[in-house]
């Protein structure tokens, strides 16, 4: 069964990363990509939420979702 559950993560996974990627390329060719990125760079919120997803090619996520990097 474990076995099973992590073939499911990594399907999504490699999913998610192919989604992403293919959101980064659509910002490339949209005329407002910097507009936007700036947007998102300057606001950390989109109506009381937490900014998160790919915005001007860039990818945001909300704080409490990174990864730690130890020193």
């Given at each position: 069964?474990?076995?099973?559950?992590?073939?499911?993560?990594?399907e999504?996974?490699?999913?998610?990363?192919?989604?992403?990627?293919?959101?980064?390329?659509?910002?490339?060719?949209?005329?407002?990509?910097?507009?936007?990125?700036?947007?998102?760079?300057?606001?950390?919120?989109?109506?009381?939420?937490?900014?998160?997803?790919?915005?001007?090619?860039?990818?945001?996520?909300?704080?409490?979702?990174?990864?730690?990097?130890?020193?």
């Amino acid at each position: 069964m474990k076995q099973e559950s992590t073939i499911k993560h990594c399907e999504r996974t490699g999913l998610n990363k192919n989604r992403k990627a293919e959101a980064i390329h659509i910002c490339h060719t949209c005329p407002v990509m910097m507009q936007c990125r700036k947007y998102a760079e300057t606001n950390n919120q989109i109506c009381g939420y937490p900014l998160q997803g790919i915005w001007g090619g860039k990818e945001f996520t909300p704080r409490k979702y990174r990864r730690r990097i130890p020193r």
